[in-house]
């Protein structure tokens, strides 16, 4: 299948600062990336939708001043924390959507942030 | 947001038992995936479904679009330690996000 990565796989930052995660379709162009967070035992969360050369779009309740997305190339989505927070320490995935003759997603291997 | 209801929500088997999960929805989808995912990784795609009733096998895993397009069904044959894990589907409709299932989390007993 295709190949996401993500940089870094894990980080730890103090409460305040910003802490900035790469997201790349290394074999395929994506035009949509979408980034999720996990909490322990549960299922995905999505957080926001990243569309090429364009603004996110962001569920409800996800502040997008505080979770900052960029998708400047059809390989390459950033997710910015912005003055993050201990309630940040989360796991965050990001996925890629590779539209083939099937469409469907391939996963990132997912970035462990702890805000201390 | 929106989840699809998945079950069993956890299975304890012993190594060389078959395994069945299966996901309902409210609402039609045209797409179903089945994901796997090990502790601290991203989710793995294992199968992908694209047509109501259609029957997709992977080595010892095989996944069926359900003919009403409201659920599909994951089982697993003869299973082994690596195939400990938690277990998601997905469904989507169209260019609409996928929507998630809760997880079926698989344990093996030696």
């Known amino acids: 299948g295709a190949v996401v990565s993500q940089h870094p796989s894990r980080v730890i930052c103090k409460s305040g600062t910003s802490v900035k995660i790469e997201c790349r379709s290394l074999?395929?162009?994506?035009?949509?990336m979408f980034w999720y967070r996990q909490f322990p035992k549960q299922s995905l969360m999505l957080m926001a939708t990243?569309?090429?050369?364009?603004?996110?779009?962001?569920e409800q309740g996800v502040e997008k001043d505080k979770f900052l997305i960029n998708h400047a190339s059809l390989t390459l989505s950033t997710l910015t924390v912005t003055s993050a927070h201990p309630e940040d320490s989360s796991f965050y995935i990001c996925s890629a959507r590779w539209q083939g003759k099937r469409e469907t997603q391939y996963f990132g291997p997912g970035t462990r942030l702890l805000v201390l | 947001g929106q989840q699809l209801n998945q079950s069993p929500q956890s299975m304890f088997i012993q190594e060389g038992e078959d395994v069945s999960m299966n996901c309902t929805s409210s609402s039609i989808f045209n797409t179903w995936l089945w994901y796997k995912q090990d502790p601290g990784e991203g989710p793995v795609l294992l199968i992908a479904l694209y047509k109501a009733g259609e029957l997709t096998s992977n080595g010892r895993l095989t996944a069926q679009f359900g003919i009403t397009r409201k659920d599909s069904f994951l089982n697993i044959s003869a299973s082994i330690p690596s195939d400990v894990g938690i277990y998601f589907c997905a469904g989507a409709f169209g260019n609409e996000k996928l929507t998630f299932g809760t997880g079926t989390r698989l344990t093996i007993i030696p």
């Open positions: 990243s569309n090429e050369g364009s603004k996110a779009t962001y």
């Open positions: 074999d395929f162009q994506a035009t949509t």
